[in-house]
Nanobody, 120 residues
Framework: QVQLVESGGGLVQAGGSLRLSCAASGSIFRINAMGWYRQAPGKQRELVATITKGGSTNYADSVKGRVTISRDNAKKMVYLQMNSLKPEDTAVYYC??????????????WGQGTQVTVSS
């Protein structure tokens, strides 16, 4: 099994920045792709960004240019640097990991989530 634990969420003003972290433990050799999803109240969970073991990244159009995903395989960590935050970025952010090359809604492993609230 793989455990994912997110941290770094909080309350920030619009225009501010946050850095989310996700620590992986357990059978991490199973992990290939990792990523972040978010879910706002009353909305479906949506992709934010993904990164493969080799470092290839993918971003949702809504966050491109404002968000950077990175990964430290040695430390078993994945990060999400979010800048120029907007109130519409308010959501619970989930770390996800998959044995395959793509992180999606049905990925193998999920964290418990960390709340990000952006005030206007």
């Amino acid at each position: 099994q793989v455990q994912l634990v997110e941290s770094g969420g909080g309350l920030v003003q619009a225009g501010g920045s946050l850095r989310l972290s996700c620590a992986a433990s357990g059978s991490i050799f199973r992990i290939n792709a990792m990523g972040w999803y978010r879910q706002a109240p009353g909305k479906q969970r949506e992709l934010v960004a993904t990164i493969t073991k080799g470092g290839s990244t993918n971003y949702a159009d809504s966050v491109k240019g404002r968000v950077t995903i990175s990964r430290d395989n040695a430390k078993k960590m994945v990060y999400l640097q979010m800048n120029s935050l907007k109130p519409e970025d308010t959501a619970v952010y989930y770390c996800a990991a998959d044995r395959g090359s793509v992180v999606g809604p049905n990925s193998d492993y999920w964290g418990q989530g960390t709340q990000v609230t952006v005030s206007s």
